[in-house]
Protein backbone atom coordinates (compact mmCIF):
# COMPACT_ATOMS: atom_id res chain seq x y z
CA UNK A 1 0.00 0.00 0.00
CA UNK A 2 1.76 3.19 -0.92
CA UNK A 3 2.18 5.95 1.19
CA UNK A 4 3.28 9.87 1.35
CA UNK A 5 6.98 10.02 1.75
CA UNK A 6 7.45 14.12 0.83
CA UNK A 7 5.77 16.91 -0.10
CA UNK A 8 8.06 19.69 -2.39
CA UNK A 9 6.49 22.96 -2.90
CA UNK A 10 7.97 25.29 -5.65
CA UNK A 11 7.61 29.32 -6.61
CA UNK A 12 7.60 28.76 -10.31
CA UNK A 13 7.24 32.48 -12.10
CA UNK A 14 7.17 33.25 -16.02
CA UNK A 15 7.59 36.39 -17.53
CA UNK A 16 4.68 37.26 -19.17
CA UNK A 17 4.59 40.78 -18.59
CA UNK A 18 6.73 41.20 -20.91
CA UNK A 19 4.38 40.19 -23.93
CA UNK A 20 1.53 42.06 -22.02
CA UNK A 21 -0.08 38.40 -21.69
CA UNK A 22 -2.90 38.23 -19.68
CA UNK A 23 -3.39 42.51 -19.06
CA UNK A 24 -6.62 43.75 -18.19
CA UNK A 25 -8.45 46.81 -16.47
CA UNK A 26 -6.68 46.02 -12.96
CA UNK A 27 -4.18 43.13 -13.76
CA UNK A 28 -1.45 45.41 -15.73
CA UNK A 29 2.05 43.52 -15.27
CA UNK A 30 0.88 39.71 -14.76
CA UNK A 31 3.82 37.51 -14.42
CA UNK A 32 1.91 34.41 -14.43
CA UNK A 33 2.91 32.18 -11.58
CA UNK A 34 2.43 28.61 -10.21
CA UNK A 35 2.59 27.84 -6.66
CA UNK A 36 3.69 24.07 -7.19
CA UNK A 37 3.48 20.59 -5.60
CA UNK A 38 5.06 17.41 -5.54
CA UNK A 39 3.86 14.77 -3.61
CA UNK A 40 5.67 11.91 -3.67
CA UNK A 41 4.61 8.13 -2.16
CA UNK A 42 7.05 5.39 -1.62
CA UNK A 43 5.90 3.83 -5.56
CA UNK A 44 8.60 5.76 -7.57
CA UNK A 45 5.99 5.67 -10.38
CA UNK A 46 3.48 7.43 -8.28
CA UNK A 47 3.40 11.18 -7.79
CA UNK A 48 0.91 13.45 -7.72
CA UNK A 49 1.01 16.86 -8.96
CA UNK A 50 -0.75 19.87 -7.80
CA UNK A 51 -0.69 24.07 -8.74
CA UNK A 52 -2.34 27.51 -8.04
CA UNK A 53 -2.66 29.97 -10.09
CA UNK A 54 -0.97 33.50 -9.00
CA UNK A 55 0.38 36.69 -11.08
CA UNK A 56 3.79 36.94 -9.38
CA UNK A 57 4.02 38.72 -6.57
CA UNK A 58 2.62 36.67 -3.58
CA UNK A 59 2.66 33.39 -5.03
CA UNK A 60 5.78 33.17 -2.14
CA UNK A 61 2.89 33.19 0.02
CA UNK A 62 1.01 30.34 -0.75
CA UNK A 63 4.15 28.16 -1.23
CA UNK A 64 4.86 29.10 2.51
CA UNK A 65 0.96 28.38 3.34
CA UNK A 66 1.27 25.05 1.64
CA UNK A 67 4.29 23.86 3.75
CA UNK A 68 2.16 24.47 6.73
CA UNK A 69 0.08 21.85 5.40
CA UNK A 70 2.55 19.30 5.30
CA UNK A 71 2.75 17.54 8.76
CA UNK A 72 -0.94 16.71 7.89
CA UNK A 73 -0.25 14.09 5.83
CA UNK A 74 3.09 12.51 5.57
CA UNK A 75 3.40 8.64 6.21
CA UNK A 76 -0.58 8.62 5.00
CA UNK A 77 -1.34 5.88 2.86
CA UNK A 78 -3.13 6.61 -0.64
CA UNK A 79 -6.03 5.19 0.52
CA UNK A 80 -6.40 6.40 3.93
CA UNK A 81 -6.13 10.28 2.16
CA UNK A 82 -9.06 9.19 -0.79
CA UNK A 83 -11.20 8.05 2.44
CA UNK A 84 -10.90 10.73 4.56
CA UNK A 85 -10.53 13.69 2.03
CA UNK A 86 -13.59 15.54 3.08
CA UNK A 87 -12.09 15.90 6.98
CA UNK A 88 -8.61 16.15 5.66
CA UNK A 89 -9.47 19.02 3.71
CA UNK A 90 -11.76 20.34 6.69
CA UNK A 91 -8.49 20.00 8.94
CA UNK A 92 -6.95 22.44 6.34
CA UNK A 93 -9.42 24.93 5.71
CA UNK A 94 -10.63 24.80 9.23
CA UNK A 95 -6.99 24.47 10.74
CA UNK A 96 -7.09 26.38 14.19
CA UNK A 97 -4.50 28.57 13.73
CA UNK A 98 -4.28 28.99 9.96
CA UNK A 99 -7.62 30.04 10.09
CA UNK A 100 -7.27 33.15 11.70
CA UNK A 101 -6.42 34.73 8.24
CA UNK A 102 -9.03 33.28 6.11
CA UNK A 103 -10.96 31.67 7.01
CA UNK A 104 -11.94 29.95 3.50
CA UNK A 105 -10.81 32.53 1.57
CA UNK A 106 -7.18 34.34 -0.36
CA UNK A 107 -4.03 32.53 0.23
CA UNK A 108 -5.21 30.15 2.70
CA UNK A 109 -8.06 29.06 -0.20
CA UNK A 110 -5.25 28.95 -2.95
CA UNK A 111 -3.15 26.92 -1.16
CA UNK A 112 -5.27 24.27 0.07
CA UNK A 113 -6.13 24.28 -4.15
CA UNK A 114 -2.68 23.37 -4.83
CA UNK A 115 -2.18 20.85 -2.57
CA UNK A 116 -5.61 19.31 -2.74
CA UNK A 117 -5.33 19.58 -6.82
CA UNK A 118 -2.44 17.24 -6.13
CA UNK A 119 -4.66 14.96 -4.12
CA UNK A 120 -7.18 14.37 -6.24
CA UNK A 121 -4.20 13.51 -8.99
CA UNK A 122 -2.50 11.16 -6.97
CA UNK A 123 -5.31 9.18 -6.13
CA UNK A 124 -6.99 9.21 -9.63
CA UNK A 125 -3.65 8.48 -11.18
CA UNK A 126 -3.57 5.36 -8.18
CA UNK A 127 -6.63 4.21 -9.69
CA UNK A 128 -5.02 4.53 -13.41
CA UNK A 129 -8.14 7.04 -14.74
CA UNK A 130 -8.34 10.40 -15.61
CA UNK A 131 -10.17 12.37 -12.78
CA UNK A 132 -13.32 13.10 -14.77
CA UNK A 133 -13.40 9.48 -15.36
CA UNK A 134 -12.68 8.61 -11.42
CA UNK A 135 -15.14 10.84 -10.24
CA UNK A 136 -17.83 9.81 -12.39
CA UNK A 137 -17.52 6.49 -11.77
CA UNK A 138 -17.67 6.75 -7.79
CA UNK A 139 -20.73 5.47 -6.00
CA UNK A 140 -23.04 8.63 -5.80
CA UNK A 141 -23.23 8.48 -2.09
CA UNK A 142 -19.14 7.91 -1.26
CA UNK A 143 -18.61 11.08 -4.07
CA UNK A 144 -20.16 13.34 -1.78
CA UNK A 145 -18.94 11.87 1.24
CA UNK A 146 -15.90 13.37 -0.52
CA UNK A 147 -17.31 16.71 -0.84
CA UNK A 148 -18.50 19.94 1.43
CA UNK A 149 -21.65 20.89 2.33
CA UNK A 150 -21.17 23.01 4.99
CA UNK A 151 -22.67 26.69 5.21
CA UNK A 152 -24.89 26.04 2.38
CA UNK A 153 -27.34 23.07 3.24
CA UNK A 154 -29.63 25.91 3.42
CA UNK A 155 -29.14 25.98 -0.53
CA UNK A 156 -28.84 22.43 -1.10
CA UNK A 157 -28.91 19.10 1.00
CA UNK A 158 -26.76 16.06 0.41
CA UNK A 159 -30.41 14.28 -0.53
CA UNK A 160 -30.92 16.66 -3.07
CA UNK A 161 -27.05 16.44 -4.91
CA UNK A 162 -27.59 12.47 -4.70
CA UNK A 163 -30.93 12.92 -6.82
CA UNK A 164 -29.59 15.35 -9.14
CA UNK A 165 -26.74 12.94 -10.06
CA UNK A 166 -28.90 9.61 -9.98
CA UNK A 167 -31.11 11.58 -12.39
CA UNK A 168 -27.89 11.97 -14.54
CA UNK A 169 -26.34 8.76 -14.31
CA UNK A 170 -29.50 7.24 -16.29
CA UNK A 171 -28.06 8.86 -19.34
CA UNK A 172 -24.27 8.30 -18.44
CA UNK A 173 -23.02 5.93 -21.28
CA UNK A 174 -24.53 7.43 -24.41
CA UNK A 175 -23.40 10.87 -22.56
CA UNK A 176 -20.15 9.75 -22.22
CA UNK A 177 -19.62 7.94 -25.53
CA UNK A 178 -20.66 11.73 -26.83
CA UNK A 179 -18.41 13.60 -24.80
CA UNK A 180 -15.19 11.91 -25.52
CA UNK A 181 -15.85 12.10 -29.53
CA UNK A 182 -17.26 15.90 -29.78
CA UNK A 183 -15.27 17.72 -27.07
CA UNK A 184 -16.55 20.48 -25.05
CA UNK A 185 -17.19 23.70 -26.53
CA UNK A 186 -14.77 26.70 -25.32
CA UNK A 187 -14.49 30.42 -26.11
CA UNK A 188 -11.01 32.29 -26.60
CA UNK A 189 -9.83 35.64 -24.52
CA UNK A 190 -6.71 35.33 -26.28
CA UNK A 191 -7.54 38.26 -29.09
CA UNK A 192 -8.19 40.93 -26.55
CA UNK A 193 -5.77 41.13 -23.72
CA UNK A 194 -5.84 45.15 -23.13
CA UNK A 195 -2.23 45.37 -23.40
CA UNK A 196 -2.59 44.69 -26.77
CA UNK A 197 -2.57 47.07 -29.99
CA UNK A 198 -5.43 47.39 -32.42
CA UNK A 199 -3.55 45.88 -34.92
CA UNK A 200 -2.59 42.94 -32.61
CA UNK A 201 -5.98 42.52 -31.49
CA UNK A 202 -7.29 43.01 -35.06
CA UNK A 203 -5.01 40.00 -36.46
CA UNK A 204 -5.16 37.96 -33.79
CA UNK A 205 -9.03 37.85 -33.92
CA UNK A 206 -9.07 37.32 -37.81
CA UNK A 207 -6.57 34.10 -37.03
CA UNK A 208 -8.41 32.77 -34.20
CA UNK A 209 -12.26 33.22 -36.57
CA UNK A 210 -10.13 31.75 -39.38
CA UNK A 211 -8.97 28.62 -36.54
CA UNK A 212 -13.24 28.31 -36.07
CA UNK A 213 -13.39 30.33 -32.61
CA UNK A 214 -17.37 31.36 -32.70
CA UNK A 215 -17.08 32.56 -29.27
CA UNK A 216 -14.70 35.59 -28.55
CA UNK A 217 -14.18 37.90 -25.08
CA UNK A 218 -12.27 41.28 -24.88
CA UNK A 219 -11.42 43.00 -22.14
CA UNK A 220 -12.64 46.42 -21.61
CA UNK A 221 -13.01 49.31 -18.14
CA UNK A 222 -9.48 51.53 -18.44
CA UNK A 223 -11.10 54.14 -20.81
CA UNK A 224 -14.66 53.98 -22.12
CA UNK A 225 -14.36 56.02 -25.45
CA UNK A 226 -11.59 53.28 -26.22
CA UNK A 227 -13.83 50.42 -25.30
CA UNK A 228 -16.31 51.30 -27.55
CA UNK A 229 -13.42 52.03 -29.88
CA UNK A 230 -12.22 48.18 -29.65
CA UNK A 231 -16.24 46.69 -29.20
CA UNK A 232 -16.73 47.81 -32.52
CA UNK A 233 -13.38 46.53 -34.57
CA UNK A 234 -14.02 43.10 -32.94
CA UNK A 235 -17.66 43.30 -33.69
CA UNK A 236 -16.83 44.14 -37.44
CA UNK A 237 -14.54 41.17 -37.42
CA UNK A 238 -16.80 38.59 -36.50
CA UNK A 239 -20.01 39.75 -37.68
CA UNK A 240 -23.23 39.29 -36.37
CA UNK A 241 -23.66 35.49 -35.65
CA UNK A 242 -20.12 35.23 -33.46
CA UNK A 243 -20.60 35.58 -29.99
CA UNK A 244 -18.62 38.83 -28.28
CA UNK A 245 -17.89 38.96 -24.10
CA UNK A 246 -16.52 41.58 -22.73
CA UNK A 247 -14.95 41.68 -19.36
CA UNK A 248 -14.12 44.46 -16.80
CA UNK A 249 -12.13 42.78 -14.32
CA UNK A 250 -14.45 44.26 -11.31
CA UNK A 251 -13.16 48.28 -12.57
CA UNK A 252 -15.95 49.71 -12.13
CA UNK A 253 -18.44 51.03 -9.20
CA UNK A 254 -21.82 49.87 -9.65
CA UNK A 255 -22.96 52.85 -10.77
CA UNK A 256 -20.23 53.24 -13.22
CA UNK A 257 -20.90 49.72 -14.47
CA UNK A 258 -24.41 50.94 -15.06
CA UNK A 259 -23.65 53.98 -17.52
CA UNK A 260 -20.71 52.03 -19.46
CA UNK A 261 -22.54 48.59 -19.82
CA UNK A 262 -25.92 51.03 -21.02
CA UNK A 263 -22.93 52.49 -23.42
CA UNK A 264 -22.07 49.46 -24.81
CA UNK A 265 -24.91 47.01 -24.73
CA UNK A 266 -25.76 48.11 -28.86
CA UNK A 267 -22.63 45.49 -29.55
CA UNK A 268 -24.71 42.81 -28.51
CA UNK A 269 -22.78 41.79 -25.41
CA UNK A 270 -23.50 37.60 -24.47
CA UNK A 271 -22.36 38.69 -21.34
CA UNK A 272 -20.31 40.91 -19.24
CA UNK A 273 -17.80 39.83 -16.79
CA UNK A 274 -17.01 41.60 -13.40
CA UNK A 275 -18.38 45.00 -13.80
CA UNK A 276 -17.61 45.66 -10.02
CA UNK A 277 -16.09 44.01 -6.84
CA UNK A 278 -16.35 40.32 -6.77
CA UNK A 279 -17.73 40.41 -3.40
CA UNK A 280 -20.39 42.87 -4.04
CA UNK A 281 -23.86 40.32 -4.07
CA UNK A 282 -26.37 43.54 -4.21
CA UNK A 283 -24.63 45.62 -6.04
CA UNK A 284 -24.35 43.14 -9.43
CA UNK A 285 -28.23 42.70 -8.69
CA UNK A 286 -28.83 46.25 -9.28
CA UNK A 287 -26.60 46.38 -12.45
CA UNK A 288 -28.67 43.36 -13.86
CA UNK A 289 -31.63 45.43 -13.18
CA UNK A 290 -30.75 48.58 -14.82
CA UNK A 291 -29.02 47.40 -17.98
CA UNK A 292 -31.87 45.90 -19.71
CA UNK A 293 -31.29 42.17 -20.16
CA UNK A 294 -27.71 42.25 -20.31
CA UNK A 295 -26.25 39.15 -18.57
CA UNK A 296 -23.63 39.12 -16.13
CA UNK A 297 -20.87 36.87 -15.44
CA UNK A 298 -18.94 35.98 -12.40
CA UNK A 299 -16.92 33.75 -9.99
CA UNK A 300 -12.92 33.53 -10.98
CA UNK A 301 -12.65 35.83 -8.07
CA UNK A 302 -15.27 34.24 -6.02
CA UNK A 303 -13.78 32.91 -2.78
CA UNK A 304 -15.21 30.15 -1.61
CA UNK A 305 -18.46 28.46 -1.88
CA UNK A 306 -20.41 30.45 0.35
CA UNK A 307 -20.07 32.94 -1.89
CA UNK A 308 -21.54 31.61 -4.40
CA UNK A 309 -24.44 30.28 -3.00
CA UNK A 310 -25.41 34.06 -2.62
CA UNK A 311 -24.89 34.96 -5.86
CA UNK A 312 -26.49 32.20 -7.25
CA UNK A 313 -29.56 32.21 -4.58
CA UNK A 314 -29.70 35.66 -5.39
CA UNK A 315 -29.79 35.50 -9.14
CA UNK A 316 -26.83 38.17 -8.91
CA UNK A 317 -25.34 36.19 -11.71
CA UNK A 318 -26.54 34.52 -15.30
CA UNK A 319 -23.46 32.79 -15.80
CA UNK A 320 -21.17 30.87 -12.76
CA UNK A 321 -17.73 31.11 -13.30
CA UNK A 322 -16.00 28.92 -11.28
CA UNK A 323 -12.07 29.03 -10.52
CA UNK A 324 -10.23 25.43 -10.47
CA UNK A 325 -7.44 27.32 -8.62
CA UNK A 326 -9.08 29.87 -6.33
CA UNK A 327 -11.40 27.41 -4.96
CA UNK A 328 -10.34 24.85 -2.55
CA UNK A 329 -10.65 22.12 -5.58
CA UNK A 330 -13.15 19.76 -6.00
CA UNK A 331 -14.35 19.47 -2.11
CA UNK A 332 -15.76 22.69 -2.57
CA UNK A 333 -16.28 23.46 -6.27
CA UNK A 334 -18.95 20.21 -7.06
CA UNK A 335 -20.91 21.44 -4.73
CA UNK A 336 -21.20 24.74 -6.29
CA UNK A 337 -21.97 22.96 -9.45
CA UNK A 338 -25.16 21.36 -7.80
CA UNK A 339 -26.39 24.10 -6.11
CA UNK A 340 -26.02 25.97 -9.57
CA UNK A 341 -27.69 22.71 -11.52
CA UNK A 342 -30.84 22.76 -8.45
CA UNK A 343 -31.27 26.37 -9.62
CA UNK A 344 -30.65 26.10 -13.30
CA UNK A 345 -27.90 28.42 -13.93
CA UNK A 346 -25.30 27.63 -16.51
CA UNK A 347 -22.27 27.20 -15.61
CA UNK A 348 -18.79 28.73 -17.76
CA UNK A 349 -15.40 27.74 -16.38
CA UNK A 350 -13.05 30.05 -16.00
CA UNK A 351 -9.48 29.25 -17.39
CA UNK A 352 -6.09 30.78 -18.82
CA UNK A 353 -2.96 31.42 -16.57
CA UNK A 354 -0.96 28.69 -15.41
CA UNK A 355 -2.58 25.07 -15.78
CA UNK A 356 -6.12 26.23 -15.12
CA UNK A 357 -7.38 24.91 -18.56
CA UNK A 358 -6.19 22.12 -17.80
CA UNK A 359 -7.62 21.30 -14.56
CA UNK A 360 -11.16 22.75 -16.08
CA UNK A 361 -11.54 20.21 -18.73
CA UNK A 362 -12.33 17.75 -16.11
CA UNK A 363 -14.25 19.49 -14.14
CA UNK A 364 -16.52 20.98 -17.17
CA UNK A 365 -16.97 17.05 -18.41
CA UNK A 366 -18.40 16.10 -14.92
CA UNK A 367 -20.34 19.01 -14.82
CA UNK A 368 -22.24 18.12 -18.15
CA UNK A 369 -22.46 13.99 -17.45
CA UNK A 370 -23.29 14.06 -13.25
CA UNK A 371 -24.40 17.77 -12.75
CA UNK A 372 -26.18 20.19 -14.67
CA UNK A 373 -29.10 20.28 -16.55
CA UNK A 374 -28.51 23.33 -18.05
CA UNK A 375 -27.72 22.93 -22.15
CA UNK A 376 -25.58 25.88 -22.30
CA UNK A 377 -22.29 24.39 -22.56
CA UNK A 378 -19.21 26.52 -22.54
CA UNK A 379 -15.89 27.06 -20.70
CA UNK A 380 -12.86 29.40 -21.25
CA UNK A 381 -10.09 28.99 -23.07
CA UNK A 382 -6.84 31.27 -23.45
CA UNK A 383 -3.44 29.73 -24.71
CA UNK A 384 -0.70 30.85 -22.26
CA UNK A 385 2.45 28.94 -20.95
CA UNK A 386 1.19 25.74 -22.40
CA UNK A 387 4.95 25.59 -24.02
CA UNK A 388 5.91 24.99 -20.20
CA UNK A 389 3.62 22.03 -19.67
CA UNK A 390 4.13 18.42 -20.50
CA UNK A 391 0.35 17.99 -21.03
CA UNK A 392 -1.14 20.63 -21.90
CA UNK A 393 -4.87 20.67 -23.25
CA UNK A 394 -5.72 19.69 -26.57
CA UNK A 395 -8.20 22.30 -28.81
CA UNK A 396 -9.95 21.54 -31.96
CA UNK A 397 -12.21 23.53 -33.56
CA UNK A 398 -12.98 25.80 -30.84
CA UNK A 399 -13.65 22.28 -28.38
CA UNK A 400 -11.27 20.99 -25.31
CA UNK A 401 -10.69 17.28 -26.17
CA UNK A 402 -11.66 15.10 -23.74
CA UNK A 403 -8.37 13.77 -22.01
CA UNK A 404 -7.72 10.63 -21.59
CA UNK A 405 -4.64 9.84 -19.63
CA UNK A 406 -4.59 8.93 -15.95
CA UNK A 407 -4.67 11.85 -13.42
CA UNK A 408 -5.80 15.71 -12.79
CA UNK A 409 -3.07 17.77 -13.12
CA UNK A 410 -0.90 20.33 -15.10
CA UNK A 411 2.91 19.48 -15.26
CA UNK A 412 5.48 21.80 -15.71
CA UNK A 413 8.74 20.73 -18.04
CA UNK A 414 11.69 19.80 -16.04
CA UNK A 415 13.65 22.74 -17.98
CA UNK A 416 11.03 24.99 -17.29
CA UNK A 417 11.32 24.49 -13.63
CA UNK A 418 14.86 25.01 -13.25
CA UNK A 419 14.73 28.38 -15.56
CA UNK A 420 12.30 30.09 -13.98
CA UNK A 421 11.84 28.72 -9.87
CA UNK A 422 11.63 31.93 -8.53
CA UNK A 423 14.55 33.45 -7.50
CA UNK A 424 17.06 31.58 -7.89
CA UNK A 425 16.17 29.68 -11.26
CA UNK A 426 17.93 30.79 -14.20
CA UNK A 427 16.01 33.04 -15.47
CA UNK A 428 15.73 34.92 -11.96
CA UNK A 429 19.38 34.78 -10.64
CA UNK A 430 20.50 38.23 -10.27
CA UNK A 431 17.58 40.32 -11.78
MG1 LIG B 1 -12.13 37.43 -16.24
Known amino acids: MSKIID ?41 GIGLTFTIGKGNDLCVACIKHFKPLFLNKNITEIEKNINSLWRSCTNHSQLRWIGPEKGVIQLSVAALFNGFW ?29 TYIDDVITKEEAFNIIEGKKNNIQIATQSIIKNGFPCYTTAAGWLGYSDEKMINLTKKYLSEGWTHFKMKVGQDIDRDIHRCKLVREIIGKDNLLMIDANQAWSVKESIE ?38 TGEMCQNRIVFKQFLENKSLDFCQIDSCR ?31 EYVQHLNIINQLIITNNTTYLSEYAESCSEHLTNPSIIKNGHYVTPMNSGYSAIIKKDSVKKFQFPNGDYWKGK
Open 7 to 47: IIVKDIRFPTSLDNLGSDSVHVDCDYSAAYVEIFSDDKDLK
Open 260 to 297: NINKLKEFDLYFVEEPTNPDDILGFKKIKNSVGGVKLA
Open 327 to 357: LASLNEILPILLMSSKLNIPVIAHAGGVGLC
Open 121 to 149: DLISKYHRKPLWKYIVDLNTEDLLNKLSF
